[in-house]
T-cell receptor, first 113, second 115 residues
Framework: EAQVTQNPRYLITVTGKKLTVTCSQNMNHEYMSWYRQDPGLGLRQIYYSMNVEVTDKGDVPEGYKVSRKEKRNFPLILESPSPNQTSLYFC????????????FGSGTRLTVV | GQQVMQIPQYQHVQEGEDFTTYCNSSTTLSNIQWYKQRPGGHPVFLIQLVKSGEVKKQKRLTFQFGEAKKNSSLHITATQTIDVGTYFCAGPFKTSGGSNYKLTFGKGTLLTVNP
C-alpha cells in the first residue's frame, strides 16, 4: 500500500530534550515536506526537500532541523524543544512540488512541557 | 505575501443542505488542489484543477477553477454526515529563491453536519 509513515503518533516530552520524528514513504517520491498544524493558523511548512541531500526552509523553520540522506526518509529533528513547538506535525510527499497531489502521513501529536 | 484565502472559516449545515467553500489566490495559479481532513485525521488529496474554467465532479462534490485561475470553489450537494471535516485548498507558489514551487494551503473551512 502506498503510504507515508510517521512515528511516533503521540509524544510528550520535556523542554530541551532532543527528539526526532521519523517519516518514510514507499512511493519513490522525490519531494518531501514537513508541516505543523495549529488551531487558527492552518498548515504551515517547516522544511522541504526536493531530493536526496537537497533541503530548504519553509515558512516556520526556526527550532527545527531535517536531513534527507535517503530518498524514502525525511526525519524532523528538534534539538532543544520548547513549549511553543507543541503542535500537530504532518509529513507529506509527492512526485514533485506543486504539480501533483501530496500524500500525508497520519500525523504526530507533540506536547512539550 | 503570496497566500491563499479561504472562506468561510466554519460552516454548520443540516443534513441534506448544500455547502460551498471558496478559495482565492493573490496571484494566478498553474493549478489548484483540494484536500479533506476528517476530525482527528490527516489531509487527504481530493482533486487537482489545471485548466481555466475547469469543472470536475466527484459524486456529490463539484470543483471549479475560475477563468482567471485565481479562485476556486468546492460545492457539496445534499450534505451527509460523512462529509464532516475541514476542506483545504492549496496552490503552488514560487519559493523566495524563485527556482522551485511550494504548495501553500488555505486555512480551511470546517464543515459540521447536523443529522
Amino acid at each position: 500500500e502506498a503510504q507515508v509513515t510517521q512515528n511516533p503518533r503521540y509524544l510528550i516530552t520535556v523542554t530541551g530534550k532532543k527528539l526526532t520524528v521519523t517519516c518514510s514513504q514507499n512511493m519513490n517520491h522525490e519531494y518531501m515536506s514537513w508541516y505543523r498544524q495549529d488551531p487558527g493558523l492552518g498548515l504551515r511548512q517547516i522544511y522541504y526537500s526536493m531530493n536526496v541531500e537537497v533541503t530548504d526552509k519553509g515558512d516556520v523553520p526556526e527550532g527545527y532541523k531535517v536531513s534527507r540522506k535517503e530518498k524514502r526518509n525525511f526525519p524532523l529533528i528538534l534539538e532543544s524543544p520548547s513549549p511553543n513547538q507543541t503542535s500537530l506535525y504532518f509529513c507529506a510527499s509527492s512526485f514533485t512540488t506543486g504539480a501533483y497531489g501530496y500524500t500525508f502521513g497520519s500525523g504526530t501529536r507533540l506536547t512539550v512541557v | 505575501g503570496q497566500q491563499v484565502m479561504q472562506i468561510p472559516q466554519y460552516q454548520h449545515v443540516q443534513e441534506g443542505e448544500d455547502f460551498t467553500t471558496y478559495c482565492n489566490s493573490s496571484t494566478t495559479l498553474s493549478n489548484i488542489q483540494w484536500y479533506k481532513q476528517r476530525p482527528g485525521g490527516h489531509p487527504v488529496f481530493l482533486i487537482q484543477l489545471v485548466k481555466s474554467g475547469e469543472v470536475k465532479k466527484q459524486k456529490r462534490l463539484t470543483f471549479q477553477f475560475g477563468e482567471a485561475k485565481k479562485n476556486s470553489s468546492l460545492h457539496i450537494t445534499a450534505t451527509q454526515t460523512i462529509d464532516v471535516g475541514t476542506y483545504f485548498c492549496a496552490g503552488p507558489f514560487k519559493t523566495s529563491g524563485g527556482s522551485n514551487y511550494k504548495l501553500t494551503f488555505g486555512k480551511g473551512t470546517l464543515l459540521t453536519v447536523n443529522p
